[in-house]
Every structure is written in structure tokens, then in C-alpha cells.
């Protein structure tokens, strides 16, 4: 499970396995997770997150977008 950073109590990472899938980002904080799809930058599902929180880590994933995506490229390759 690759962590790509963590910032504000979110860590966020890929599962090594998913490569197969376009490219994407898993969030979780505290008993909360959710999916980002990253081309565009959008929710794909959650559980046990707050609205507010949600809208952090998006705003986290697009201020991060390139280190996320070279992240990506290098496990999953491009």
C-alpha cells in the first residue's frame, strides 16, 4: 500500500494491485476512507467522512495532482 503523503490527519495512497484502473487516489482519516478519481479530480465513493472533510481532501488531491500523478507513473507505470 504505497503512501503518496499525509497532511491535516489524511493519508493518502494507493493499493499496489489497482493498476488496472484509471488513475485514482484512496483518502483515509481517522475511521474514514474514500476514492478520488484523478482525471478530473472527483469522488468516486466514501464512508465515514464528514462534507467538510471531503472537500479538504479534494482540495489536498489537486494541490498535490502532480506528485500524485508521478507517484502513480511510478507504480503503475504511465
Known amino acids: 500500500m504505497p503512501e503518496v503523503f499525509r497532511e491535516f490527519g ?5 493499493y499496489a494491485n489497482e493498476g ?3 488513475m485514482h487516489i484512496h ?3 481517522g475511521g474514514g476512507f474514500a476514492k478520488f478519481w484523478m482525471d478530473p479530480v472527483e469522488l468516486d465513493f466514501a464512508q465515514g467522512m464528514k462534507v467538510s472533510e471531503l472537500k479538504l481532501a479534494e482540495q489536498l488531491i489537486v494541490e ?3 506528485q500524485i500523478k508521478n507517484k502513480w507513473n511510478e507504480i503503475h507505470g504511465s
Open 10 to 14: 489524511f493519508v493518502f495512497f494507493f
Open 27 to 29: 483518502v483515509r482519516k
Open 20 to 22: 488496472q484502473e484509471p
Open 64 to 66: 498535490h495532482f502532480e
